[in-house]
C-alpha cells in the first residue's frame, strides 16, 4: 500500500508529484501533471502487478484526468508476483516438486536425499550454493543438484575374540571429512582425517556381544551406520562354507587361517575370490562337492588367495580366468596337478603364483600367458616337464629358480622382450641346452638371438649347464647370456654371429676352448673375463681386434690361466691389442707361427 498527498499550489506551479512507497520502493513511479489537470499515469516495477488507485473511495483507472481544486489523497495498492522455481536433480535421486513462491520471499528446502553411492550435498543456482535461509527469489529460477559419491561402510569379518573384527570403508574419503568409530568395547574411539579409502581393523579382547557405530561428517551430512557385533565361534573351528546365491566374491581374508576348513562351497555366480580369502586353510581340498574345479564365472583371483593351503592335490582353474594374483598357490605343498584352460583369457602369471609348490609335478600354461613374474616356480622341486608356449616372452628374476627335478622345459617363443637373472639357477637336472627338435633337457626356439641374462646366474656353484648347443641362425648373444655358467665346457659360436655382448661368459670357470668366427663383428667388454679355465682361444674375426681401445674393454680381465694359446691373423700385431689386461696384459712369447703363449703371472702390476 502506498500514499502520497498530491497538493497543487494557488499559482498552479506544481508540474511533477513522485510516489513512493513507505518502504521507499519506488514501485509506483509518477502522476503526469498538466496545468489544473493531473492525468492518472502511472509506471509499476516489474515484479509488482495489479495496480489499483483510490481517490475519496472511489477507483480511478489509467488515463483519467482530475482537476485540481484543493488538496488530494489518492491511494494505490500493487501486489508482487509470483514465481516458479524448477529442481533439477542432476540424473540421479528424485526430482522434486516445482514451487510457486512469491518475489522476495523464500523456497522450502527438500528433503535430503541419499543414494546407494551418493548423497545430495547442496542446491547450486548457476555457480553458486542456494541458501534456503536467506537466498531470495527475484525471478524464474532453476536449482540444480549437488552430489557428493560415497559407499556405507562394509562390515568385512567378525571373529571374536580370538581374530580381529575388521571395518572396511568402502567410500572416497575427502579431504575435511572426519571418520569416527566407536568399537563399543570401551576402547577409545578413533577419529581420522584421511583421504581416499579407509580401512580400519580393530582386535576385540571381550567375548560377547558388540555395537559399532561410524560417522562422518560428508559435506553438509552428517552420516552414521551401526554393526552388530556377535560372539561367534572362532574361524578355526569352521569345517565348510556355503556361500549365498547373491555373493559375487569372498571378502580379503574371509576365511584366513580355518585350519580345519575342508571345502569352499563356490557358486556360479561368484566372479571373484579376494586377497588372502583362504590363506592358511591347510586342511582345503575342494570347492563344492568333492570338485576341485573353480567355478568357470570367476574371473579374478586376488594375492594370496589360497596361499599355504597345503591340502590341495589337483586344482582345475576356470575358463574365465583373467587375474591370477601374486602368492595366489603360494607354497601350496600338497598341490601336484596345476590345470589350465587353454584359451583362458589370463596374459600374466604373477610374481611368486605357485613358489615353493613342492609337489607339483608338470605345468602347460595357457596360449595367451605373455609374461611370468618373479619366482613363480621358484622352489617346484618336484617340477619336471615345462612347456613354455610362443606367447611368452617375459621371464622374471628367478622364474624356475631350484626347480631341481626340473628335466626338460620348452621355450617355444622365436624371440624373447625380457629374460631376467637367475631364471634356471638351482635347476640341477638342466644339464644341456640347444634349439627345439634336439634331445636337450632345455629346448628353445630363439632364432637370431640369444637373451641377455639367457643362462645367467648369481653363483657359479648353482647352474648346472655343462653344454650348449647355438643354431646357425644366431646373430647376436646378449650381454650376460652366460654369466656364471661355471660348469659350462662346450658352446659353438656360429659363423652366423656378428655380437657378442659384455660380460657374455664370465666366470664360465669350466671353458676350456672358445673359437670366435670370422662373421664376428663386436664384442663386448668383459667378455672372457675370468674364464679361469680357458687355455686356447682362436680369434677369426681380425676387425674385432682393432675395436678394443681400453683396458677396461679388454675381454680377458684377469683370466686367471697359466697359459694360454691365443690365435690371431698374422696381420694383426698382439702388442697392438688390448684385449688381454690385468696382470696377463701383453705378458706372452711368440710360437713362431701366429701363436702366442701367455704365461702366468701374479697379481704385482
Given amino acids: 500500500r502506498l500514499a502520497q498527498d498530491i497538493h497543487n499550489s494557488r499559482d498552479y506551479s506544481v508540474n511533477i508529484v513522485q510516489l513512493a512507497l513507505e518502504e521507499d520502493e519506488n514501485i509506483v513511479s ?38 485540481i481544486l484543493e488538496d488530494i489523497l489518492i491511494e494505490a495498492s500493487v501486489y508482487p508476483k509470483q514465481y516458479t522455481v524448477i529442481f533439477d536433480n542432476n540424473g540421479r535421486g528424485d526430482k522434486p516438486a516445482n514451487q510457486t513462491v512469491t518475489y522476495k520471499h523464500l523456497v522450502t528446502e527438500p528433503s535430503p536425499q541419499v543414494l546407494n553411492g551418493y ?11 542456494w541458501n534456503f535461509d536467506s537466498s531470495e527469489v527475484v525471478g524464474n529460477t532453476t536449482l540444480t543438484a549437488s552430489w557428493i559419491e560415497y559407499s556405507d561402510p562394509t562390515l568385512i569379518t567378525v571373529n571374536t575374540p580370538e581374530d580381529d573384527f575388521m571395518i572396511k570403508l568402502n567410500l572416497y574419503q575427502e579431504a575435511g571429512n572426519a571418520v569416527r568409530i566407536k568399537w563399543g568395547d570401551g576402547s577409545p574411539d578413533e577419529t581420522i ?20 557405530e561410524v560417522s562422518r561428517q560428508l559435506g553438509n551430512y552428517l552420516l552414521g551406520k551401526n554393526f552388530d557385533v556377535p560372539a561367534i565361534e572362532p574361524i578355526n573351528t569352521v569345517t565348510d562354507v556355503q556361500f549365498a546365491y547373491d555373493i559375487a566374491t569372498t571378502n580379503a581374508g574371509a ?31 575342494s570347492f563344492a562337492n568333492g570338485s576341485t574345479q573353480i567355478p568357470d564365472s570367476i574371473k579374478q583371483i586376488d594375492g594370496r588367495a589360497f596361499q599355504g593351503c597345503t591340502g590341495f592335490v589337483n586344482i582345475r582353474l576356470p575358463k574365465s580366468l583373467q587375474v591370477l594374483g601374486q602368492s595366489a598357490f603360494r607354497s601350496c605343498s600338497g598341490l601336484r596337478t596345476i590345470i589350465f584352460n587353454a584359451d583362458c583369457p589370463l596374459r600374466i602369471i604373477q610374481p611368486y603364483a605357485f613358489y615353493q609348490c613342492t609337489s607339483l609335478t608338470s605345468i602347460t600354461l595357457p596360449n595367451n600367458v605373455v609374461s611370468i613374474g618373479e619366482r613363480a616356480f621358484s622352489g617346484c622341486t ?45 635347476c640341477t637336472q638342466l644339464r644341456t641346452a640347444g634349439p627345439i627338435g634336439g634331445s636337450y633337457n632345455l629346448k628353445f626356439g630363439w632364432i637370431t638371438r640369444i637373451p641377455a641374462n639367457a643362462f ?16 646357425n641362425t644366431i646373430t647376436e648373444i646378449g650381454s650376460k647370456a652366460f654369466f656364471y655358467c661355471g660348469r659350462l665346457n662346450s658352446i659353438n659360436l656360429p659363423y ?32 672372457f673375463s675370468s674364464c679361469v679355465g680357458l687355455r686356447t682361444v682362436n680369434i677369426y674375426a681380425p676387425g674385432v681386434l682393432e675395436l678394443v681401445e681400453s683396458p677396461d674393454d679388454a675381454w680377458f680381465i684377469q683370466t686367471n690361466y697359466s697359459t694360454i694359446n691365443l690365435h690371431i691373423p698374422q696381420t694383426i700385431s698382439i702388442e697392438d691389442t688390448l684385449i688381454v689386461y690385468g696382470p696377463y696384459w701383453n705378458c706372452h712369447s711368440s710360437n713362431g707361427d701366429g701363436t702366442y703363449n701367455f704365461l702366468a703371472f701374479t697379481n704385482d702390476l
Fill in 30 to 67: 509518477s502522476f503526469a501533471i498538466s496545468g489544473t489537470e493531473v492525468v492518472v499515469a502511472v509506471n509499476v516495477d516489474d515484479h509488482y502487478q495489479n495496480l489499483a488507485l483510490v481517490l475519496n473511495n472511489t477507483p480511478l483507472a489509467i488515463g483519467n484526468h482530475l482537476t
Fill in 119 to 129: 548423497i545430495l550435498n547442496e542446491w547450486r543456482n548457476g555457480t553458486s550454493s
Fill in 193 to 212: 582425517n584421511d583421504t581416499g579409502y579407509v580401512t580400519f581393523t580393530h582386535t576385540y579382547g571381550i567375548p560377547g556381544n558388540h555395537t559399532v
Fill in 255 to 285: 576365511f584366513r587361517g580355518a585350519v580345519n576348513l575342508t571345502e569352499i562351497k563356490l557358486t556360479r555366480f561368484m566372479t571373484s575370490i579376494g586377497a588372502s580369502a583362504c590363506e592358511g586353510c591347510t586342511s582345503v581340498v
Fill in 382 to 426: 618336484s617340477l619336471d616337464i615345462v612347456y613354455l608356449g610362443e606367447n611368452i616372452t617375459d621371464l622374471g628374476v628367478g622364474v624356475f629358480e631350484f626347480c631341481t627335478n626340473l628335466s626338460d622345459l620348452t621355450i617355444a617363443a622365436p624371440l624373447m622382450t625380457n629374460m631376467d637373472v637367475q631364471v634356471f639357477q638351482g
Fill in 456 to 471: 645367467s646366474s648369481s653363483n657359479w656353484a648353482e647352474l648346472y649347464l655343462t653344454s650348449i648347443v647355438l643354431p
Fill in 496 to 527: 652366423s654371429l656378428e655380437h657378442i655382448g659384455e660380460d657374455c661368459f664370465v666366470y664360465c670357470a669350466s671353458l676350456p676352448h672358445i673359437d670366435i668366427p670370422s662373421s664376428v663383428l663386436s664384442i663386448g667388454a668383459r667378455a
